[in-house]
């Protein structure tokens, strides 16, 4: 990834794209108060520098998913070939080398059972090197997903009204997905913004087709549009993983406290020997201390936290971008 200098029209783009990742660069153009072809540039340098790019994501529970959330202890001179190896992977988000290189959390969302266990009690236990594998079931998200992270918002609340689309229903079924949704789903996860004609050739439907099966996903909540962000060019280099345990009673409360937080990208209710999951994207170590000493330490009901740096991230919500 190469280093750029991030101004305030950049910054209020990421938020815009935060919002509303397929909203016309002529609509942020106009509520950003410049051109279409300024929009246009400025996100090809974003994605192009590897700052920031949408990518489409699904919300596991409305397309009758689990989410899984996977530790890996490996040796340090196998961790990174594992890493890239879960990378590779389609059912695979958010690959991080952690703590001194031994360590690889990642998410996983398999589309059967059997994919599921094929890479949780056949792949990775068989993998040379690798110490211990332990799954645990996202129940519950506070934070991240659709949501977003709040600690890159820039926009004023007249102006992200104004971006923000409608929110799918708050009831749903969850919809089985096709091969054809998994091809345009795989497809969007590569480029948020594909345009139609590229998505129809890849799923043997006509724009049409493609465009209104889109707009139902999204009204769904099955599909929605994320970010991969390169946290350093907004100021944070100190990223963490937390396993916290926290008593039962006041697993809402605190998941809702910490979800709240600006430093944390994502927080989640989890089954395992620990029961929530956070993401922390601080500005230094510093920052960091504070945080879990001033914010985690002061809430009730925290029992234990588990604390690993991330080292590298090997691969973010989207699928890798090829070389």
């Known amino acids: 990834m190469n280093s750029l200098t991030l101004d305030e029209l950049d910054r209020h783009l990421v938020h815009a794209l935060q ?31 590897g700052v920031a790019r949408v990518v489409g994501a699904v919300d596991a529970p409305r397309a009758g998913l689990v989410s899984w ?29 952690l703590s001194g290189g031994t360590e690889i959390t990642c998410g996983t969302m398999a589309r059967t059972p059997e994919e599921r266990d094929n890479l949780l009690l056949q792949k990775l236990p068989r993998t040379g090197r690798v110490s211990s594998v332990t799954a645990h079931a996202l129940l519950h998200l506070f934070a991240g997903g659709p949501g977003g992270w ?41 480029d ?47 990223e963490a993983r937390l396993w916290v345990s926290v008593l039962p009673s006041e697993l ?38 504070r945080y879990l000493t001033e914010r985690i330490g002061a809430l009730e009901g925290v029992r234990h936290v588990e604390t690993a740096p991330v080292i590298r991230t090997v691969k973010g919500a989207g699928a890798p971008l090829l070389p």
Not at 270 to 283: E, I, K, M, S
Request: with cysteine; glycine share 6%; net charge neutral.
């Open 192 to 238: 948020g913004r594909a345009g139609h004609a590229e998505l129809a050739s890849v799923t043997g439907w006509s724009e049409s087709t493609v465009r209104r099966r889109m707009d139902e996903l999204r009204r769904a909540g099955v599909l929605f549009y994320d970010l991969d962000m390169q946290s350093e060019a907004f100021g944070y280099h100190a």
């Open 252 to 289: 809402v409360a605190v998941g809702e406290a910490i979800g709240g937080h600006p430093e944390v990208t994502f927080a989640a209710a989890t089954t395992g020997p620990t029961n929530l999951l956070v993401a922390l994207a601080c500005r230094d170590t510093r920052h960091l201390y």
């Open 69 to 97: 959330a996977l530790r890996v202890r490996a040796t340090p001179d196998a961790a990174g070939a594992v890493a890239a190896a879960l990378a590779r992977r389609t059912d695979t988000y958010w690959v991080h080398l």
């Open 19 to 49: 919002l509303d990742g397929r909203a016309p660069f002529s609509k942020i153009a106009e509520v950003l108060g410049v051109s279409d072809q300024t929009i246009a540039r400025r996100y090809r340098r974003l994605r192009t520098t």
């Open 150 to 190: 709040s600690g890159v918002h820039s926009l004023s609340k007249e102006q992200a009204d104004r971006l923000r689309p409608e929110p799918p229903s708050p009831d749903y079924e969850p919809i089985e997905l096709s091969e054809a949704d998994h091809a345009l789903l795989s497809a969007l996860s590569a």
